[in-house]
């Protein structure tokens, strides 16, 4: 069956350390690979997108990686601040650029 | 980046009666909207997608006669839950792809609506 597999333990870090999260699949075929942020009682916002010919991107203190032969995307936040705490959902886009099935996220906690 | 409103953002509803929940596009027109539901430490489950003009697609297991869906025009879509029950009480989602540029392939999500059942 498909899974997507996040890390559903809380991730607590030091601030000014890089955290790192990791999303896991099996038996899909993404076209596309997203990662969302969520604060509690909101509804997830967009933080980036990676294809699945491409490996790495990056935007500003975020880094993410793509290998679709282990079916694994890594989401990194380098510098850590106390307001990146929130839960970081991971999510594949398929079937045509337009089904999204999401993780069920990792909380971030960054301890001042 | 491309506004999506949620109207209420939350509602308290007696056993059995029906609520309307409003999804709307503030700055670009939206021809296919997302509804999904959220329970606590659980994923956003897809319920459903909104086509304008046409009926909604259901995901398997989602009653499309409990979750009436009416997408009426390119910027707003409402999810009606009909006799609602304690356990369609939740964290309900919508939302729509970005309409292009820098916006493409990017999906813009509600700020969700909280719904309690008595």
């Known amino acids: 069956s498909q899974k997507i597999e996040q890390n559903s333990e809380a991730l607590n870090i030091q601030e000014g350390k890089t955290a790192t999260l990791t999303c896991n699949y099996t038996?899909?075929?993404?076209?596309?690979l997203q990662w969302y942020r969520q604060d509690p009682g909101r509804g997830p916002v967009f933080l980036l997108l990676?294809?699945?010919?491409?490996k790495e991107k990056r935007k500003e203190r975020l880094k993410v990686t793509f290998d679709t032969t282990l079916k694994q995307s890594l989401f990194h936040i380098t510098a850590s601040q106390p307001a990146d705490s929130a839960t970081y959902l991971c999510?594949?886009?398929?079937?045509?650029?337009?089904?999204?099935?999401f993780g069920i996220g990792t909380k971030l906690q960054v301890i001042p | 980046g491309a506004v999506v409103s949620q109207h209420p953002s939350w509602v308290i509803c007696k056993s059995g009666t029906s609520v309307k929940i409003e999804c709307r596009s503030l700055?670009?027109?939206?021809?296919?909207m997302f509804w999904y539901r959220q329970f606590p430490k659980q994923s956003l489950m897809l319920m459903a997608t909104?086509?304008?003009?046409?009926?909604?697609?259901?995901e398997q297991g989602v009653e499309k006669d409990k979750f009436l869906i009416n997408h009426a025009s390119l910027t707003l879509s409402t999810l009606t839950v009909t006799s609602a029950h304690p356990e369609d009480s939740s964290f309900y989602i919508c939302?729509?792809?970005?309409?292009?540029?820098?916006?493409?392939?990017?999906?813009?999500f509600g700020p969700g609506t909280r719904l309690t059942v008595l």
């Open positions: 700055d670009f027109q939206a021809t296919t």
């Open positions: 939302s729509a792809w970005g309409a292009g540029g820098s916006s493409y392939n990017e999906q813009f």
């Open positions: 990676i294809r699945e010919n491409e």
């Open positions: 999510a594949l886009v398929t079937g045509g650029y337009q089904k999204v099935t």
């Open positions: 038996n899909y075929s993404p076209a596309y």
């Open positions: 909104s086509n304008e003009g046409s009926k909604a697609t259901y």
